[in-house]
């Protein structure tokens, strides 16, 4: 401890002194520049440890740029638009067959097949259906579709949909000017809505009778029921 404090040797204590200060200053040289590059380094490594922060701003920037990531959505995008659109363009139209008949195409006429009818003869109408359009249509022709009434004056005397018997649909195709024709025979009987029973026959006399279907109603038909 002495010598420390009191250097010993050929040369004046201020020598040794003096040495001792440039060592000492060397040495806080040294540490602050150890500390230096430290801090250095440190700082070196900080991009290192934040690449994902800095890749996401760089991904940000492209996506904002429309570069990479809107670049590739969009252009997925629009290619997916394109590409069905295209698709669209040159697809075959899907054939939906024959359109169904509309009633102005359609003439509809309903003929008896006697003038007059005597006691105990029952009338038989026949319904025709003829194709007036230009192209081949679809109709139902079935018993469910059509509706022939008989009448005396304004008395509502029969339907033949009081009573259906038979509701199957009957889908016909009809070229242009093609006719179908169906029979519909009638009782004598009276009739109305429900089917109830035990009316009152009709009475001898004139009598007329119509045809509705598919939106068309037909002319009378005039008789004489004896």
Known sequence: MSTVLHPVGPR??????VRRLVVLALLV????????????LGRGAAPADGAD?????????VA????????????T???TAEGTADAAAVAPPVDAGPPVCAPADLTLV???DARTYPAGTTPTF???????????????ASAAQRDVVVTSGSDRIWSS???????????????????TDAAVPWARTRSAAGCPTDLPEPRPGTYSAVVTTLGATSAAAVFDLG
Do not use: F
């Open 53 to 61: 922060g800095g890749s996401g701003e760089g991904a940000a920037t």
């Open 64 to 75: 904002e740029d429309g570069t990479d990531v809107d670049g590739t959505a969009d252009g």
């Open 110 to 112: 309903l003929s008896s």
């Open 77 to 79: 995008a629009d290619g």
């Open 12 to 17: 004046p204590p201020q020598v040794y002194w």
């Open 126 to 140: 026949t319904v025709s259906l003829t194709n007036a359009g230009a192209v081949a249509c679809t109709v139902d």
């Open 29 to 40: 040289v040294l540490v602050g520049a150890v500390a230096v590059l430290w801090g250095v």
């Open 161 to 179: 949909l009081d009573c259906p018997a038979d509701a199957t649909p009957n889908l016909l195709l009809l070229e242009p000017g093609a006719r």
